[in-house]
C-alpha cells in the first residue's frame, strides 16, 4: 500500500509541478541629361565689290586692293555629360505581424514569463527523475497561449493552455494533458493566478494558485481514484545573482510551497493523501525561469542549459 501510495502521490507531483511553472513611395527620378549644345557661327561678311576709279589723263589711279574679312574661330563642341547615377530604391522594412505586436505589449506580455511564439528553454535536471526536458511556447493570441513541456525519451509531451488576464499569467485547466502510467487528471475548478504582472514582481510579493482536481487510473492494477485540492503559496523571498550552464543572471528568487490534500479511494476503501512539497525558482527579467529546486523526498535540480527565440 506505501507503494500505491508514494506512486500516486509522485505521479500527481510531477503534473502539478510543471502545470504550475517549476521543474516552461518609390524615391524621385533624377531628372534626364542636357541634350548636347548646338553649335553656332556667325556667318562671315559678303565680300565687297572691287570699285575703279577713273581719274583724268594722264595719271592713272591703281585699283585697290580686295580686303578679306577673317574667318571666325569655331565653338568648341561641349563634352557631353555623364549620365547621373541611379538612387537605390529604399528597402521596404516588415511589418510586425499582429498577433507578435500584441503579444508584446497586450496582456500576455511578463518580462519573468516571456510569451513569444517558438520561444524555448532547455533544462537539465538531476536528482528524483532526473532528464533533459524542453519547454515551448506555441498558439499565442492576445489572450493565450500554450505551454508544451516535452521531456526526452517520452512521445508524450505534458500541454497546458494559459489564459492571459489583468491577474497575470493563468493555467486553469490541464487541456491536453495525456494519460500518465494510466492516471489522468482533471481540474474542476481554479483561483489565483500562476504568474502575477511583471510590474507586481518584487521582494516581498506573495501569490497563490489553488486547484480542486479530480482522476482517475490504475495502479499496479487496482481501481484508483482521486480528488481534492492542491494549492501553491509563492513568495518573492531575494534578488540575488544565479550561475546555470546558459550564463550568469541577476534573478529574484521565489519561494514555494505546494499543499496536496486529496483523498484517494480504490478497493472499496478511502484514505487521505496529503504532502506539502517546498520549492525555490530563479526569474530573470527578458529570460524567464533559469533554475529551480525541489525539496524533500522528490528533491529534484533543474537548471537552464539554452534558450531561443527571444
Known sequence: MKTLLRLTTLILVIVLVAACGGSADEATPLPASPAEATVTTDTPPAEPTAT?????????????????????????????????????????VPEPTTEAAAAASGLCFNNFFPVVEGASWTYNTSGAGASTYTRSVTNVSNDGFTLTHSTDGSSTPLSFDYTCSD????????????????????????????????????????????????????????????????????????????EVPAGTFDAYKVDSTLTQQLTMSMGGASMPLEVAISSSDWYVEGVGQVKSMTLGEFASTSELVSYEGL
Open 167 to 242: 491577474d497575470g499569467l493563468v493555467s486553469a485547466t490541464l487541456s491536453g494533458l495525456p494519460a500518465m502510467a494510466g492516471f489522468s487528471l482533471e481540474v474542476t475548478s481554479f483561483t489565483g493566478t500562476n504568474f502575477p504582472p511583471a510590474d507586481q514582481w518584487e521582494v516581498g510579493a506573495s501569490w497563490s494558485a489553488s486547484y480542486t482536481v479530480e482522476g482517475t487510473g490504475t495502479v499496479e492494477g487496482i481501481d484508483v481514484a482521486v480528488n481534492g485540492e492542491i494549492t501553491t503559496v509563492y513568495e518573492i523571498v531575494s534578488e540575488e545573482s544565479v
Open 52 to 92: 575703279a576709279t577713273a581719274l583724268p589723263e594722264p595719271t592713272a589711279t591703281e585699283v585697290p586692293t580686295e580686303t578679306s574679312t577673317e574667318e571666325p574661330t569655331e565653338t568648341p563642341e561641349p563634352s557631353p555629360l555623364e549620365p547621373p547615377t541611379a538612387t537605390p530604391e529604399p528597402t521596404a
